[in-house]
């Protein structure tokens, strides 16, 4: 996970290239665990202080939202390399904002295997 989360934060601001399915889904478990300790950091240590608990109010704790933003590129970016990675263009990323079956698409692409051997956008990276 360390080592996926090595590679997103190296290619910060990366598009050529391709990302595995592992490195992606390991990004993605990354960014979770890490939003779980950080509310938890907000509810305990500095929502007190507000009088408010981060749990219940999440899209306002402050070390969520800092990491929400710092997190929001290299997750675009890895996101557009995993589409690489099948083929398709980084612009289908767009897709998402056909309601739920723009979600679901994107959801089937990022779980696919991705393709065999050189494609239009480099070489396998695995």
């Given at each position: 996970?360390?080592q996926?989360?090595?590679?997103?934060?190296?290619?910060y601001f990366?598009?050529a290239?391709r990302a595995?399915?592992?490195?992606?889904?390991w990004w993605m478990?990354?960014?979770?665990?890490?939003t779980?300790?950080?509310?938890?950091?907000d509810?305990?240590l500095?929502?007190?202080?507000?009088?408010?608990?981060?749990?219940?109010?999440?899209?306002?704790?402050?070390a969520?939202?800092?990491?929400?933003?710092?997190?929001?590129f290299?997750?675009?970016?890895?996101?557009?390399?995993?589409?690489?990675?099948?083929g398709?263009?980084?612009f289908?990323?767009?897709?998402?904002?056909v309601?739920?079956?723009?979600?679901l698409?994107?959801?089937?692409?990022?779980?696919?295997?991705g393709?065999?051997?050189?494609?239009d956008?480099?070489?396998?990276?695995?």
């Amino acid at each position: 996970m360390l080592q996926a989360a090595d590679t997103v934060l190296a290619n910060y601001f990366t598009f050529a290239g391709r990302a595995n399915r592992a490195e992606y889904w390991w990004w993605m478990l990354f960014m979770f665990l890490t939003t779980l300790i950080l509310l938890a950091v907000d509810s305990y240590l500095i929502a007190p202080t507000f009088g408010q608990t981060a749990i219940m109010n999440p899209d306002q704790s402050p070390a969520t939202m800092v990491a929400n933003l710092l997190f929001f590129f290299p997750s675009l970016t890895v996101t557009v390399r995993r589409m690489h990675d099948i083929g398709k263009s980084g612009f289908w990323l767009f897709i998402v904002f056909v309601p739920l079956i723009g979600a679901l698409l994107l959801l089937y692409w990022s779980l696919k295997g991705g393709t065999q051997g050189y494609n239009d956008y480099g070489p396998m990276q695995y």
